[in-house]
């Protein structure tokens, strides 16, 4: 009866230890996808449409995204990208006519794992009828201290080729280069941070060129005419721009299943622009098969040192800017988000699936930037109302993993 | 100001490493933090889209933990 006892007993410790054990070895392979610098990224497909309609512009179009390993150790990604625009925004309604262009963006990637370090290479060309940019970009990822930190450094290097449809000749060279470095944490067994820091520079390569490869060919600034109205002369922007940019992320979970997402930015350049972001996000599983999430986000900058919506007169100062994103203004974002987990075996090949929508609405309020689209008859040149935007964005795509 | 809070992070770190570091979350207690509502990076081609966007409407530019190339998109 003893010896019975003894073999149940024995039978029944060896059944909890292989639960505890697999319940240990499912958490350290969840673990183990935590920081990306330990794994390579996740196999998968993902196909986006994207539409922006607002202030007169709509922009719409796809992508897609293809990730797949090669063995054990490397990653490849290729990105196709298309925005095609169909404008009749502000500017162009004030001093040209609406205007339809598409642009399409190319970009493959590459990941190496060596031990505890990833090594990143990419290229990413993006083509317009009037603006051609290629850009390289390196990067390196070490984690430390038992995966608890992860830490990076990344550099990229861009060409860009600027044109005028109106004019052949035209052609402006831009050398652009951005500095990053990222510092990943796990803090608590709840909290997660992530701090970000890019330098970024724009030079003309042609520093003789009156008209700068950073102004936008097409726009004006206004200036009084000296007789009560108003008129128009091109833009004129300096040939450099140094930028930098700190973030931080972090990433609460909730006593409950759902997690507390807040970002806060803060920017400076040499062109006088000062910005601060903050975004709180709240995402909340509902049932098995349903992500649910809500958004709110807060931006405002200064505007530009030789930014102004009315110049007193004709070359009233060496560098002119009438764009409004370079204006002070405040701008909030409200986004809902929903994503559905397709039930395994519902679409075969893929281990998972899952099909997302989302929408933002965009508000932004210009503090200094007026719509010159009011009859001048009923408002004095500076008089008119201060320029407001609206602008809806949604993005639905559909995930596979392999 | 962007200086003064690196140099401040600097300083914090430099303290800290004036002890030796354990981990102080073992890999069998970050199943929370394994979860997918806890990834950074858990939309990366609706998250790029969206930079893009933001890019575009604001003179901000990085700080947010993605890359991007240029385009004439102002």
């Known amino acids: 009866m003893r010896a019975k006892l003894r073999v149940v007993e024995t039978a029944h410790r060896e059944v909890v230890v292989a639960v505890i054990n697999r ?43 293809v990730r797949k390993n090669l063995g054990a150790s490397v990653s490849v990604a290729a990105n196709y990208y298309v925005d095609m625009v169909s404008s009749a925004s502000i500017d162009v309604q004030a001093t040209a006519s609406p205007y339809s262009e598409e642009r399409k963006e190319n970009g493959i990637s590459g990941q190496y794992l060596v031990d505890r370090s990833t090594i990143s290479l990419g290229y990413t060309r993006s083509k317009e009828n009037d603006y051609d940019a290629s850009t390289y970009t390196f990067g390196i990822d070490q984690s430390f201290f038992g995966d608890l930190t992860t830490l990076g450094f990344g550099v990229s290097f861009g060409e860009d080729v600027v044109g005028q449809n109106t004019d052949p000749t035209y052609e402006r060279n831009l050398e652009r280069r951005k500095y990053s470095f990222n510092a990943s944490q796990i803090l608590t067994k709840n909290l997660l941070a992530s701090l970000s820091f890019d330098s970024v520079s724009d030079q003309c390569l042609d520093l003789t060129q009156d008209e700068s490869c950073l102004n936008n060919p097409y726009r004006s600034v206004r200036y009084l005419s000296g007789t009560g109205g108003y008129l128009y002369q091109s833009e004129l922007y300096p040939h450099t721009r140094n930028s930098d940019a700190l973030g931080l992320r972090a990433i609460y979970y909730l006593p409950y299943r759902a997690s507390l997402r807040l970002e806060a930015r803060q920017f400076s350049d040499s062109w006088g622009i000062e910005s601060d972001n903050v975004e709180l996000r709240y995402l909340h599983p509902y049932r098995e098969q349903w992500l649910i999430e809500v958004k709110y986000r807060i931006y405002e900058q200064t505007g530009a040192d030789f930014y102004s919506d009315l110049f007193p007169y004709r070359d009233a100062q060496n560098f002119l800017a009438r764009d409004k994103e370079l204006s002070p203004f405040s701008s909030t974002t409200f986004g809902l988000g929903v994503t559905y987990k397709v039930p395994a075996g519902v679409i075969p090949w893929f281990e998972k699936s899952t099909a997302n929508l989302y929408w933002d609405r965009f508000d932004i309020d210009y503090d200094n930037f007026r719509d010159a689209r009011v009859s001048p008859t009923d408002y004095a040149a500076g008089e008119e109302p201060l320029y407001n935007l609206q602008a809806d964005v949604i993005r639905f795509y559909l995930s596979f993993w392999f | 100001m962007i200086f003064r809070c690196l140099l401040l992070l600097a300083l914090l770190f430099s303290i800290a490493a004036c002890s030796p570091i354990k981990p102080w979350v073992k890999p069998y207690e970050r199943q929370k933090i394994a979860d997918e509502i806890m990834s950074f990076e858990r939309n990366p081609i609706a998250d790029s889209y969206l930079h893009h966007v933001f890019d575009a409407r604001e003179a901000a530019r990085g700080g947010d933990g993605a890359s991007g190339g240029g385009c004439g998109c102002n």
């Open chain 1, 23 to 65: 319940l240990l070895l499912s958490v350290l392979v969840l673990a183990s996808n935590v920081l990306q610098a330990a794994v390579l990224p996740d196999e998968r497909i993902d196909v986006l449409y994207h539409g922006y309609d607002g202030g007169g512009a709509e922009i719409n179009g796809p992508s897609i995204l």
